[in-house]
Every structure is written in C-alpha cells, then in structure tokens.
C-alpha cells in the first residue's frame, strides 16, 4: 500500500512539474506526460538504423543533383525559421531539425549564406531543445557562413554535426528522436525534389523520386515502432497515404560485375548493379501533390 501511495505521488509530481515542452501537442490545460514516458516500446537496434541511413540520401546530396541539373536556386522551396518557437515538443524538434538540416543543405549547396544564418541558428535551437546542441558546431558555423569561404567545409561540418547527433541519439537510447529527424530529412528531400521536378521534370528526378519507395517502405517501419505517441501518430496517418501511392512504383534490379576503385586514396569494391524504375507520370503528380501537402501540414502543427 506503501508502494502504491508513492508511485501515485511521483507520477503527480511528474505532472505537475511538466510545462508545455513536456506535451506532445495537447491544450495548456491538460496534463501530459513527458517525452520520456510515452515511449514505451522497444528501443531499435542501432546498426539497423545505421544501415537504413546509410541507404538514403544526406541533407546534401539531394541539394546536389538538384544544382547538377543547372537548376536555380529559390528560397520558396525552404521552410520558414520565422515560427521556429512554435516547436515545443521534443518530437516536433527532432522532426523539424531533419527538416531545416536539409534546407541547410541546400542553402551551402548554392553558397547562399546570407541566409544560412538563419538557418544555423534554427538549427542550434532545436538541437539545444533534444539536448544534443553540444554536437552542432555553431561558433564555426557560423564564421563559415559570414566569411563567405570554405563551401566544402561548411558543408563538411554541417553533415558531421547531424551525423554526430544522431549517433548520441541511437546510442543513448532515444532512437525515436533519431527516426524523426531522419523522416524530416527525408521528407524535405522528396518536397525538394518534387518541386523542382513540377518546374522542370527532368528524367533522373523522376527516377530518384521513383527510387523513394525503397526508404519509405523502410521508414514507415521505423515510425509505426513508436505509434504510441501522439506526433508519430501524426506522421504515421499522413506518410501512409504517401506510402500507399508508391504501391505500383516498379524497381527491378539486374546484377552486375563488381569491381575495385579508388575512392579518397582506398581501393574499395563496387557493385555495379543496375536498377530499372517504372513510375508513371499520373502517379509522380500524384506524389508531388500528395509530398507538398503533407510536408506543410507538418511544418505548420
């Protein structure tokens, strides 16, 4: 009986000491529990995430084949830093910070940094709110940035920070966070990429559009792991409607000859397999409608 009265009066003192950050999204005057308690689920391995990312582009190699395919730059492809307050939950945090670690991307890919600034700072607050900002090297960042200098490098640390935190993520056990920057890094890469094909459909878009359906597969996977919570609920309704138009996406892969090349001074073996992607332009509309409207509706809540 003992037990039981503390147990009570712990979980009260957990309520009433939880502010608004503690929420996942509900009204001030309801009480929430913490993050840190509506998890309860299995913790993934992280060599199985690690394997999944390793699959799927970074913040920096969408931006790059969309400026390979002499495609201007324009700032309405970006999500807005003006309501960045606004994220209050840990959950919308993560998610967010894959969201704006893209738009990072593509701002250093076009050397725009009068306005990666804002972005770096977006960053940084985010990064700060899932305690993993000691890992975002904002003070070099930023000198980057405002001394217009040093592209590589600039994108060199940004992909290191994000790489750095979400591996304290996996390996601190709070891999859920780890799963919803991935899915915003991922989603503005398909909002990125889908964008642009509307202006200017060029065939390997369409391909690497097409390609989505392997990660998103993969990813609705990851994210279903944690249907418990409110805002991976969220994400779980949208994406699925997403998933469900990749249905009828055909990827055929024929085998090829490895071979050994040298890569960054290591010899290192290629599987130079050959990949066969059947999209339709009825469904790659479809995708790019459906992309737009769920990633803004994300954004916004």
């Not at 050397?111 to 990064?127: E, F, M, Q, R």
């Not at 790659?284 to 990633?295: D, F, P």
Request: contains cysteine; negative net charge.
């Amino acid at each position: 009986m003992v037990k039981k009265i503390i147990y009570i009066l712990f979980v009260l003192l957990l309520l009433s000491g939880c502010n608004k950050s503690c929420s996942d999204g509900g009204d001030d005057d309801q009480f929430v529990l913490p993050d840190s308690l509506l998890y309860k689920t299995k913790e993934i391995d992280p060599t199985v995430i690690e394997g999944f990312i390793e699959g799927m582009s970074n913040p920096v190699e969408m931006a790059a084949l969309i400026k390979s395919l002499d495609v201007q730059y324009s700032s309405k492809h970006l999500a807005s830093t003006d309501n960045i307050e606004k994220f209050t939950t840990q959950a919308q945090q993560a998610f967010n910070l894959g969201i704006f670690g893209t738009d990072l991307g593509y701002l250093n890919m076009y050397n725009k940094t009068n306005i990666v600034l804002d972005y770096i700072g977006a960053i940084k607050t985010l990064s700060d709110g899932i305690n993993v900002g000691q890992f975002f090297d904002f003070t070099t960042l930023k000198r980057l940035a405002q001394n217009n200098q040093n592209l590589d490098s600039l994108m060199y640390i940004s992909v290191h920070s994000f790489n750095e935190m979400d591996r304290y993520l996996r390996e601190d056990n709070r891999s859920n966070l780890s799963v919803l920057i991935i899915t915003g890094v991922w989603l503005e890469g398909m909002y990125l990429a889908t964008q642009v094909y509307k202006e200017m459909p060029h065939p390997e878009l369409k391909e690497r559009i097409g390609e989505q359906k392997i990660v998103i597969d993969e990813l609705m996977l990851f994210i279903k792991n944690f249907k418990q919570n409110r805002f991976f609920n969220v994400l779980i309704t949208e994406l699925d409607v997403l998933h469900k138009e990749f249905a009828d996406v055909s990827i055929t892969v024929q085998k090829g000859e490895p071979e050994m090349i040298e890569e960054d001074g290591m010899l290192v073996i290629v599987q130079n397999d050959i990949s066969t992607i059947e999209i339709s332009d009825t469904r790659v509309e479809n995708i790019i409608k459906l992309t737009e409207q769920i990633r803004n509706k994300l954004i916004s809540n």
